[in-house]
């Protein structure tokens, strides 16, 4: 599953996306929380997003996407039952796998050290995108913690999403892997808006100029309009929320970072991303 390098058998491939597409109704808005490297605090940025989202009174569902190494469970002080890897093996259908976390977001596990998800091929691929494609049609906003690079697992993913956010730090290596994700979604066929999320920087100005000079070489080799997502300030206060499990918007409301990721999450409660459908649908229009 993903974009369309999973699908290739042209006409045919069309008529069954129609005939599925058919039978989903409307959703949630769906955001994809993606890295090009791993500790870049990503897993934090969507765990965090998602508690303010549902502070505002907000329905939300967080889904730990990062197949066969999940951890935001760790973050969030919930041991779930099952978990995506019931999902997939058929065992449970994924409303039952969901829990409700004590910030009041709904979360669905992803499991760690789970094969069967680190593995999928393209049909499980398929079945287990599908599922999550389906969440939040109550009008729920859905948190998709995805896993870091740019395997088929997360371009099938934040592939479907109605809105992608990149979480990058100053380093040269994580800006390199920024532009890389980007480039390969865009390449890929994704038409949603893509954001650039800063983290771990020490000042608004340093930011700035980060994003100005990733989203200029975006513009130049890619020509897509790479959206500025904002920035987490460098805080101490983030590692002591992680040791206490909880949330650092929650722990420590008024610390820097919390107050810069809320700002992030403003952005959603001021002017929400308008709903493009599955991705089921957005085949069938590639297709066509």
Do not use: W
């Not at 502070?55 to 939300?60: E, F, I, M, Q």
């Not at 789970?114 to 049909?123: F, K, S, T, V, W």
């Not at 494609?133 to 993913?157: P, R």
């Not at 206490?244 to 959603?268: G, I, K, M, W």
Request: glycine content about 10%; hydrophobic content about 45%.
């Amino acid at each position: 599953m993903g974009l369309r390098t999973v699908h290739s058998d042209g006409t045919d491939q069309a008529d069954r996306l129609r005939q599925l597409s058919g039978s989903v109704r409307s959703r949630g808005t769906h955001i994809a929380i993606v890295s090009g490297k791993g500790g870049v605090g990503k897993t934090n940025i969507a765990v965090n997003l998602a508690a303010v989202l549902a502070r505002a009174g907000r329905r939300v569902t967080l889904v730990d996407l990062d197949a066969g190494l999940a951890n935001a469970d760790v973050l969030l002080n919930v041991r779930p039952r099952f978990t995506l890897a019931d999902v997939l093996s058929g065992e449970r259908p994924i409303k039952d796998v969901a829990v409700r976390t004590a910030c009041g977001i709904r979360f669905i596990g992803g499991g760690s050290g789970e094969l069967i998800l680190a593995n999928m091929g393209p049909a499980q691929r398929a079945h287990l995108a599908q599922a999550v494609g389906n969440l939040g049609k109550n009008g729920e906003t859905v948190v998709y913690d995805c896993g870091a690079g740019i395997s088929q697992n997360v371009l099938a993913f934040a592939g479907q999403a109605d809105l992608v956010a990149v979480v990058s730090t100053p380093e040269t290596t994580s800006l390199t892997d920024a532009y890389a994700i980007t480039k390969t979604l865009v390449r890929e066929g994704f038409h949603g808006p893509i954001q650039l999320l800063v983290n771990m920087v020490e000042s608004r100005t340093e930011a700035s100029e980060i994003y100005h000079r990733v989203a200029a070489v975006v513009a130049r080799f890619l020509h897509f309009s790479l959206a500025d997502g904002g920035y987490v300030l460098q805080d101490r206060h983030v590692e002591l929320a992680v040791r206490e499990r909880t949330p650092v918007v929650l722990r420590y409301p008024r610390c820097p970072s919390s107050l810069c990721l809320t700002a992030f999450a403003a952005r959603f409660l001021r002017a929400p991303v308008v709903s493009k459908g599955p991705l089921l649908a957005r085949f069938v229009e590639l297709f066509a």
